[in-house]
């Protein structure tokens, strides 16, 4: 969401709500079985190891414990969730 909106963004926003206002007069709640909306999130292939989870007890005199390399990331995907009135549609 924009932080500054123009005069015609914001008006052109209150058009919209004030549409969506009458709309919900009109038809009650009926009208949010209507409205899908959709959320996104960039999520990594594999989420790497936090530092906590790789400690281990162990006594201040013995060694530490090798750590193995984790592999290299395989980038970023676009997740996609669709939801209505009664739960999630499509993920």
Known sequence: MLK????NQKIHR??????HFM????MG??????????DEIWRHHFDPDTK???MDWR???SPR???TRSPTRG????LTCFFDANGQLLL
């Open 52 to 54: 906590s989870k790789s």
């Open 23 to 26: 709309r919900f007069q009109e």
């Open 65 to 67: 414990p090798k750590k």
């Open 4 to 7: 500054h909106l123009t005069e």
């Open 14 to 19: 209150m058009s919209v709500s004030m549409q």
């Open 29 to 38: 709640y009926q009208l949010f079985s209507r409205i899908i909306a959709a």
């Open 75 to 78: 980038g970023k995907v676009m």
């Open 59 to 61: 006594y201040p005199s």
